[in-house]
């Protein structure tokens, strides 16, 4: 998956690895009902949660799979950890909703600046009713184009990882076919 977005990043004239990202979760229901459940109190759902780090065409940089009842921010730091030991060292900025706004998430981002010089920026929404909001609509397209493969809708898997995993084949799937 790495190779095919870094190659359709250089096929649109970019850099390899991106600068930028958007994060966001997504809360979905489960059909087992295996250790990693929980409930979205937000939502009002029992399951599972993605919480999807993005670059600024949407392509997937990482996936972190948890328990529903796993707040963004914890999601978020799980998500930031697993792309500093997979290498990525260029990333600069993050946009994010409001469910990553607090002083403890932006301290940890700061903390961690020793390796990754991550400025952390929430996008709030304007107004009322639906809204397009800057920056933020990236990720959200992202999880539309998931969600139009049928197994993602709703999650089957026993493990996170499974799902991950899964996450990664519907992304190497839209990539394939953009290469055609």
């Known amino acids: 998956m790495d190779r095919l977005t870094q190659q359709e990043r250089r096929r649109n004239g970019r850099a390899a690895t991106p600068s930028a990202g958007i994060v966001d979760s997504q809360t979905i229901k489960t059909a087992t009902h295996g250790k990693t459940t929980g409930y979205d109190a937000g939502k009002k759902i029992k399951g599972r949660k993605r919480h999807l780090l993005v670059d600024t065409s949407g392509l997937l940089r990482q996936v972190v799979v948890t328990a529903a009842d796993v707040d963004d921010r914890a999601g978020l730091k799980q998500v930031l ?100």
């Open 81 to 180: 950890t697993r792309l500093k030991a997979a290498g990525v060292a260029r990333l600069r900025k993050l946009w994010a909703d409001g469910g990553y706004q607090g002083e403890a998430i932006r301290t940890w981002v700061a903390n961690q600046k020793k390796t990754h010089k991550i400025d952390l920026e929430v996008v709030a929404k304007q107004g009322s009713g639906f809204t397009v909001v800057k920056r933020r609509w990236v990720v959200e397209r992202t999880l539309a184009w998931l969600m139009n493969f049928r197994r993602h809708a709703r999650d089957y898997e026993v493990l996170t990882r499974h799902s991950e995993a899964l996450i990664q084949i519907a992304m190497i799937h839209l990539l394939l076919k953009r290469i055609k």
